[in-house]
């Protein structure tokens, strides 16, 4: 059964500071894997999908790469801003046709 | 551009009560389109998930039900809620062949 872990459940940096969030999962049979934000009572955002053959995603200052023999993800942050606060969610579509199986989370803050 | 929208944002209901949430995709078709609950200290889990219409797969066995009447309309509904089914509820759509998924705003459902 696929198990997703995030690593730190709760992260605070200051602001311009560069930051990495792990992502990790038992079974290294996936057909991608996807980085969401998700902001306090509201649903999630979309920020990259890694195709299993795929090992980096970029999207302007977020980079997530993906290592499927180990089981390992990250996500980098550069220059970290305020706003990029929020709770961050790693998932792996694995087995079921678009079965999304979450992490529980990073919760970030970013201070002024 | 593709949206989805979810209604209503917010519901209480008493336990024993009838349960209908409904979301809508626009802009694109024959999407897949899933159901998800995050309960408080737990992860997203899918529940449904249609890749089209009157198709309804199920993930786990639970007192809820979903049907998909239109190819853009996906209904969440319960004959008599229990208190366990109190948690945020997430509509996703997805384009077909490992594409990211897209969530609405949620509902957050709290059972009295």
């Known amino acids: 059964k696929q198990e997703v872990t995030q690593i730190p459940a709760a992260l605070s940096v200051p602001e311009g500071e560069n930051l990495v969030l792990n992502c990790s999962f038992t079974d290294s049979a996936i057909y991608n894997l996807q980085w969401f934000r998700q902001d306090p009572g509201k649903g999630l955002t979309s920020l990259l999908l890694i195709q299993s053959s795929q090992r980096e995603q970029t999207s302007g200052r977020l980079n997530a790469s993906l290592d499927k023999s180990s089981g390992r993800s990250t996500l980098y942050i550069a220059a970290s801003q305020p706003g990029d606060s929020a709770t961050y969610l790693c998932?792996?579509?694995?087995?079921?046709?678009?079965?999304?199986?979450f992490g529980k989370g990073t919760k970030l803050s970013v201070k002024p | 551009s593709q949206t989805i929208h979810q209604w209503p944002a917010t519901l209480v209901q008493p336990v024993g009560s009838p349960l209908s949430l409904e979301c809508t995709v626009e802009?694109?078709?024959?999407?897949?389109l899933y159901w998800y609950r995050q309960a408080a200290g737990r992860g997203l889990q899918l529940l449904f998930y249609?890749?089209?219409?009157?198709?309804i797969s199920s993930e786990v066995p639970q007192n809820l039900s979903a049907s998909r009447p239109q190819d853009r309309q996906f209904i969440l509904s319960s004959k008599k809620l229990l208190l366990s089914d109190s948690g945020f509820y997430l509509c996703?759509?997805?384009?077909?062949?490992?594409?990211?998924?897209?969530f609405g705003d949620g509902t957050r459902l709290s059972i009295l």
């Open positions: 802009g694109t078709s024959n999407p897949n």
């Open positions: 998932a792996v579509e694995s087995g079921s046709q678009g079965n999304l199986i």
């Open positions: 996703a759509w997805s384009r077909v062949g490992n594409q990211p998924q897209h």
């Open positions: 249609s890749v089209g219409i009157g198709q």
